[in-house]
């Protein structure tokens, strides 16, 4: 009788767990996305005011976060709920992986929902103003040249750390070459710390 009873305690619990309450909160938590959308077609440049905690994003970037958030309520949250239920269903749960499995999984998600409205909420977007286009600024094309190893010139766009993607040549205003870069002018030298050593670049062009 006793085991009977947890079983069915745990089995309320973790329905509740599995996203019903969660997926219940759908319209709410749509009405914030929503907020947040009227906050950027009120102010163009920034979504969010504290500017210790900004998140430094392009127009496409902040679309490409408002997408993911977008998948990740309507979509993931309800493919992972459905999951839990399932797993539930094949009782004992102590020695259930499929339960545990969905359950790691369902933090991850709800995880990422957080982040992603933190960083929505605290986005500024990166203007295209290039100030004569000889100032490396974020959102600049630059062009530079390694000159202590003499490589070819390779150019790079200057993008906030949630946009970096070195292979699709984006790097960080954070990165090491980012971060010596920015707000120097065209024709400059600078001194770069790498994990192979202090490196010379010459910004070749900036546009």
Known sequence: MNDSNKKEVLTEEDLTLSGQSTIGNDDDDDDNTGEDDTTDDKNDDTVGSDDSQQTLVTRDGLKNLKDELENLEGVKRKEVAQRLKEAISFGDLSENSEYEDAKNEQALTEGRIAELKRMIKTAKIITEKKSGGKIVKIGST?????????????????????????????????SPIGAAIVDQDQGAEVMVETPAGTMKYKIVNVS
């Open 142 to 174: 630059v062009t530079i040249q390694n000159l202590t190893e003499k490589d070819e010139a390779e150019t790079y766009t200057i993008v906030g750390s949630t946009e970096a993607d070195p292979i699709a040549a984006k790097i960080s205003n954070e």
